[in-house]
């Protein structure tokens, strides 16, 4: 196999990030292949005992040994994401919650403790509340808006501080930067679901976070097709990942690998256009708040809590918005069973649009308080907007809006 066949230094200077989602971390093969390959083998063959013996003693001497370790297809995936992200490591994992699990689990042990924001995916809060205690971690949640709470729930056992930014559903900020200083002054590493914001408009690593994860199910496969995740950080960090990695099996399929190297190419520009498109369906939301419409959470508006805050670590908004209507959860399921294009459902980063009604789906597992707590309401409804024509969206939704408060 040849090397990457780019420097990221080719013109004296880092390449741009859609040069590197199109070329970067190819290995090519003896054929010389232009896309790159699908390594579909589970194991790999040795010249010679010593080779075997050498390679099992240093796996970083270059060669594969079992795909549970690590694998080509994945080995470019992985590459191409610590260009995209400007991390020296990347671990490649068979879910976006296997990505989480192993990104926690991996250096936390009984007696730590993880501070987390309570605005958390459904299956992530599983993980610090009910899975990490079992294991003697323990975990307190906060709003992760406030920077006070930050700074109160540190102990002197704070291993981690966890969090999403923007969260689901209601598209909450926590400040990257300030949270980060507050962990590593306790001593914590700062560990990040950075999936609302995708890779293109926000790097957590630049602001100070250490451990970056993603559900790569979502933007960065961006077509619906197959499940994974992604664990990115310090070399150092990746290494003691790669101990609870290999000997667990919680990495990506190459199949699912191949899928992910091929949405990459086009996620920049995926990504534009359906930010675009959601800004101009949140407008429309917004023009209707007298007729309907309670609330529009959108990072990219002004009128957005938290706005000044998106513009410091956001370079873009998101291609999700919630939204609020009247008339609480007869008037959000009217809107959802009048919807034509817009498809019920509660996957995200697709190029259909997807919505989704939180308070009986993805939040039906918490107590009506809890869920009041994180702003989900009745009414709240949480879109991901697809690759469609913005202004067949922006019509559907209003059409939809009519039917349920007329
Ligand atoms: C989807 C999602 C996950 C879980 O990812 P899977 O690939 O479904 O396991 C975790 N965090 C966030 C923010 C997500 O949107």
């Not at 060669?63 to 080509?72: E, K, L, T």
């Amino acid at each position: 196999m040849t090397k990457p066949n780019l420097p990221p230094d080719l013109y004296g200077a880092p390449l741009g990030l859609e040069t590197n989602l199109v070329h970067g971390g190819i290995l090519r093969s003896q054929f010389a292949e232009t896309s790159e390959a699908l390594f579909l083998t589970q194991g790999y063959v040795y010249d010679s005992p010593e080779q075997a013996e050498a390679r099992f003693k240093d796996e970083s001497g270059g060669g594969f040994i079992y795909s549970r370790y690590a694998n080509p297809t994945l080995a470019m995936f992985e590459e191409r994401m610590k260009l995209l992200e400007g991390a020296e490591g990347a671990r490649a994992t068979a879910s976006g919650m296997a990505a989480v699990t192993a990104a926690l689990m991996c250096f936390l042990k009984a007696g730590d403790h993880v501070v987390a924001a309570r605005a958390l995916f459904g299956s992530c809060l599983y993980v610090v509340q009910d899975l990490l205690p079992r294991f003697g971690v323990t975990s307190t949640l906060i709003d992760g808006r406030d920077l006070d709470a930050w700074r109160k729930a540190m102990r002197p056992n704070t291993r981690a501080c966890f969090f999403e930014s923007p969260s689901n559903p209601c598209l909450d900020l926590v400040d990257i930067a300030a949270v980060s200083k507050i962990a590593h002054d306790g001593g914590a590493l700062v560990v990040i679901d950075n999936v609302f914001a995708t890779p293109v408009y926000q790097s957590p690593l630049k602001l100070g976070a250490d451990v970056v994860v993603y559900s790569t199910t979502k933007h960065i496969d961006g077509q619906g097709r197959c499940l994974g995740g992604v664990v990115l950080g310090s070399d150092k960090y990746i290494k003691e990942l790669h101990t609870f990695y290999k000997h667990t099996g919680v990495g990506m399929s190459p199949f699912n690998a191949w899928i992910m190297l091929k949405g990459l190419e086009t996620l920049s520009l995926r990504v534009h256009a359906q930010c675009a498109s959601t800004a101009k369906v949140a407008d429309a939301l917004a023009a209707m708040k007298n007729q309907g419409v309670t609330r529009v959470l959108y990072p990219g508006r002004p009128d957005h809590p938290q706005a000044d805050l998106a513009k410091r670590q956001m370079t873009g908004g998101s291609t999700l918005v919630a939204f609020e209507l009247a008339g609480g959860k007869a008037a959000a399921f009217k809107f959802l069973n009048a919807l034509k294009i817009i498809k019920i459902s509660n996957n995200l980063g697709d190029t259909k649009s997807l919505i989704t009604h939180p308070a009986t789906t993805t939040h039906q597992r918490l107590k009506p308080d809890d869920r009041a707590a994180l702003g989900i309401s009745d009414g709240l409804l949480r879109l991901s907007v697809g690759l469609e024509t913005p202004a067949d969206l922006i019509t559907d939704v209003t059409e939809a809006v009519k039917a349920a408060v007329g």
